[in-house]
């Protein structure tokens, strides 16, 4: 019986650790993406979704290479502190700026998250527009319902984006 368990335990956690790995694995890759890249695939992708013409390919690749450019800047901003603290916990005065901190950037991101859809809108026809809002929500849902990573949190946004599917 003892020897069940600990195989059973050994079969969890090698399960674990291979599944992290992959996480990681397209952690690094991303890293190694250049903003150029990104805004390409993402540009190719919208494409084949929305069927745009040459222009609307532009002005969406202009858009995706400047929102991957700060994203870019953010996940090595982010990296620089991660390897700066070296594994070190913050003390409490950290942890009340951190918090605040991420509060404003939090309020920023939405901002953002607002003139993006707004640049979108000004690029789109209303139907290609409907489309993408779809694709958007679509995204957004299945990353909040990954296994694992968000548990069984109830999504506080659920009756705002009835009728989206």
């Not at 991303?30 to 990104?38: A, S, V």
């Not at 870019?72 to 951190?98: C, F, H, V």
């Not at 849902?141 to 705002?160: F, I, L, T, V, Y």
Request: charged share 40%.
């Amino acid at each position: 019986m003892k020897n069940l368990i600990a195989i059973l335990a050994l079969f969890v956690s090698v399960t674990a650790l291979a599944q992290r790995g992959c996480h990681q694995e397209r952690i690094k890759r991303m890293m190694n993406t250049t903003p150029e890249e990104l805004a390409e695939m993402q540009t190719k992708r919208l494409t084949l979704a929305l069927v745009l013409d040459d222009k609307q390919q532009k002005d969406i690749y202009d858009l995706e290479l400047a929102t991957a450019k700060e994203r870019k800047a953010n996940w090595e901003q982010r990296a620089a502190k991660m390897k700066a603290r070296d594994g070190e916990k913050p003390s409490e005065q950290e942890r009340e700026a951190i918090h605040k901190d991420r509060k404003e950037k939090y309020a920023a991101m939405l901002d953002k998250q607002i003139a993006h859809q707004e640049k979108m809108q000004n690029i789109l026809n209303e139907e290609q527009f409907d489309q993408w809002r779809k694709l958007k929500m679509k995204r957004h849902n299945r990353m909040a319902n990954r296994d694992g990573k968000r548990g069984n949190r109830p999504q506080r946004h659920r009756d705002s984006n009835k009728g989206l599917k």
